[in-house]
T-cell receptor, first 112, second 118 residues
Framework: GEDVEQSLFLSVREGDSSVINCTYT??????LYWYKQEPGAGLQLLTY?????DMKQDQRLTVLLNKKDKHLSLRIADTQTGDSAIYFC????????????FGSGTRLLVRP | GAVVSQHPSWVICKSGTSVKIECRSL??????MFWYRQFPKQSLMLMAT?????????EQGVEKDKFLINHASLTLSTLTVTSAHPEDSSFYIC??????????????FGDGTRLSIL
């Protein structure tokens, strides 16, 4: 079945790195996504990675994909208070009729 | 590019009222749009997939007569919550994808509509 899991909460100090982890069960997904949701707002696409890649870097964001372990992570370097939000990982399994399957979301709190 | 606009952002109305929410793709054409519902501190729950020019595909457990979806053009989908009741109060979010179905194009989300039924 399709299942995406994330830890619920992460707290870091401003300036430190944050690492948000995600595990998924369906290995057929071609792309895996990271979305950010600020309070009372919709979802903002942060980045996505193609399944044949191990790593993708975009400014302060680094995505690591371990396809063997079905593990995805998002690293935010030099975390700022503005990064405080909920982060969702998501996948589109081949047999899901193009539906995004979301994780439960990780609430990141950045302490000054 | 890839901006999705959702309107209104917040609605408060009396029980029994019907409420229409609009979702527009501003700078791209969206063959497919999606409607989600989000409860407090929870993830998004897909309600239905809206296809331009055809009937929406509803997820199991979602009442199609309660949540009417119309996708009249490649840039506009509407969700109408008919005869809304307090249990329909929630955060509704739409998304749109640039590509065709199965293209794996990322979905771009609107800012959501907070619906409060008194």
């Amino acid at each position: 079945g399709e299942d995406v899991e994330q830890s619920l909460f992460l707290s870091v100090r401003e300036g430190d790195s944050s690492v948000i982890n995600c595990t998924y069960t369906d290995s057929s997904s071609t792309y895996l996504y990271w979305y950010k949701q600020e309070p009372g707002a919709g979802l903002q696409l942060l980045t996505y990675i193609f399944s044949n890649m191990d790593m993708k870097q975009d400014q302060r964001l680094t995505v690591l994909l371990n396809k063997k372990d079905k593990h995805l992570s998002l690293r935010i370097a030099d975390t700022q208070t503005g990064d405080s939000a909920i982060y969702f990982c998501a996948e589109i399994p081949m047999d899901s009729s193009y539906k995004l399957i979301f994780g439960s979301g990780t609430r990141l709190l950045v302490r000054p | 590019g890839a901006v999705v606009s959702q309107h209104p952002s917040w609605v408060i109305c009396k029980s029994g009222t019907s409420v229409k929410i609009e979702c527009r793709s501003l700078d791209f054409q969206a063959t497919t749009m999606f409607w989600y519902r989000q409860f407090p501190k929870q993830s998004l729950m897909l309600m239905a997939t809206s296809n331009e020019g055809s009937k929406a595909t509803y997820e199991q457990g979602v009442e199609k007569d309660k949540f009417l979806i119309n996708h009249a053009s490649l840039t506009l989908s509407t969700l109408t919550v008919t005869s809304a009741h307090p249990e329909d109060s929630s955060f509704y979010i739409c998304s749109a994808s640039k590509g065709e179905v199965h293209s794996n194009q990322p979905q771009h989300f609107g800012d959501g509509t907070r619906l409060s039924i008194l």
